[in-house]
């Protein structure tokens, strides 16, 4: 085989195309790992939380909770409904309002989330991070710890308005172990209800289960169909798995079509390096066949070559991902129509693939420009 200081001597010696073909490998693989560290991001927010012992009611047809609608003459059936208990069942009321954003022009909506005064401990992750907890029946909420980092008006002692009476003071700040709940402002429900002219509607209703297996799942399931409510009941892992559909889809769309292009160009760009060498390197080529290498060694060796810059490249975009492991943005979720606050979330499988990737691209690249070399017979 041809030895390794021969290469690294040529691509020292090619400086401004190995630059090139280096940096068009980074950036290809900094777009395609970024959409996947969001993509994570989303699922670790969104998607692939909640509990196994919590259901939420809603109504039939309904895509998300702002767009459900219940009565209070359902509470009773619902309370009564098998594997239910009774004292765990709480009413939610959910509607987006406007906050301006922090440090940028423009706003964005979040979700403001109505519930009773035992609302919080249905969610073991709610934990109150400063100031205290609401008074209930008045105009006082909590907001997300998310929220409140990327919107005004969301800090403990900040003031905003719902509306001609609706002066609403922010009394604490909650974290929720990173779901989506801390992108949510959270008030009282029967103040924001009648702040909305919403008296004696709600959106949802969350209860917990005295057994979390499958069978009483299902039994739960019939009987609620028995009951006739127009209703599905959903377990809370379930539910939000499915309001993370459309963001989860929009960001593999568009790190789809990025990727492709960019792609496109890191391989193109890895063949004109190797291509551009090969006829100034012809006395090298037939040097190395006059001592001996075989076709296959040249072949290796200018492949290897390749590899070399694609290596670095790959890692090189890799390292510049994990940069973004502290920034946080707000997307919209297309679900529910109101902001969400998440982060770029690194894991061992993004890594592991971006490498595989970074490798797959420089093979492309370099597989036909190393071919021709091998093939050459004259200086």
């Excluded at 200081?5 to 068009?24: C, D, E, M, P």
């Excluded at 297996?213 to 299902?218: F, L, R, S, V």
Aim: with cysteine; hydrophobic share 50%; net charge positive.
């Amino acid at each position: 085989m041809v030895p390794l200081v021969y290469n690294l001597k040529s691509l020292l010696a090619r400086r401004t195309t190995t630059i090139s073909a280096f940096l068009g490998i980074a950036v290809f693989i900094f777009v395609i790992t970024l959409v996947q560290m969001l993509h994570a991001g989303v699922n670790q927010v969104v998607a692939h939380t909640g509990r196994a012992d919590t259901v939420i009611f809603r109504s039939l047809g309904a895509s998300s909770e702002m767009t459900s609608m219940m009565t209070e003459d359902m509470l009773p059936v619902l309370k009564g409904l098998p594997g239910i208990v009774p004292a765990s069942v709480v009413e939610e009321f959910v509607i987006i309002k406007l906050f301006d954003k922090l440090g940028a022009p423009g706003g964005g909506s979040l979700q403001l989330r109505a519930m009773p005064p035992n609302g919080p401990a249905l969610r073991p992750e709610f934990r109150l991070v400063e100031g205290r907890m609401p008074v209930a029946g008045t105009q006082e909420v909590l907001a997300g710890i998310r929220a409140s980092s990327r919107f005004a008006n969301l800090n403990v002692g900040d003031r905003f308005r719902i509306g001609k009476t609706g002066d609403m003071h922010v009394v604490g700040i909650f974290e929720a172990e990173g779901t989506a709940f801390e992108s949510e402002v959270w008030g009282d429900l029967t103040v924001l209800r009648e702040l909305f002219s919403r008296p004696g509607i709600f959106s949802t209703v969350r209860a917990r289960l005295s057994a979390t297996d499958n069978e009483a799942y299902a039994t739960l399931r019939r009987a609620l169909a028995a009951s006739k409510l127009p209703l599905g009941v959903y377990r809370e892992s379930e539910f939000n798995d499915s309001q993370a559909t459309k963001p989860k889809q929009m960001i593999a769309a568009l790190g789809g079509v990025i990727g492709g292009f960019v792609s496109l160009a890191a391989i193109i760009g890895t063949a004109i390096m190797i291509s551009s060498t090969i006829e100034r390197r012809g006395p090298e080529i037939a040097m190395l066949k006059k001592l001996g290498f075989t076709r296959w060694a040249i072949f290796v060796s200018f492949l290897f070559e390749s590899l070399i810059v694609a290596l670095a490249g790959t890692l090189a975009g890799i390292a510049a991902c994990m940069l973004m492991g502290e920034v946080k943005l707000s997307i919209l979720n297309i679900n529910t129509w109101s902001q969400v606050v998440v982060g770029f979330h690194p894991t061992a499988q993004i890594v592991m693939l971006s490498v595989v990737l970074g490798v797959l691209t420089g093979i492309a690249g370099g597989v036909v420009p190393a071919m021709r070399a091998a093939r050459r017979t004259h200086s």
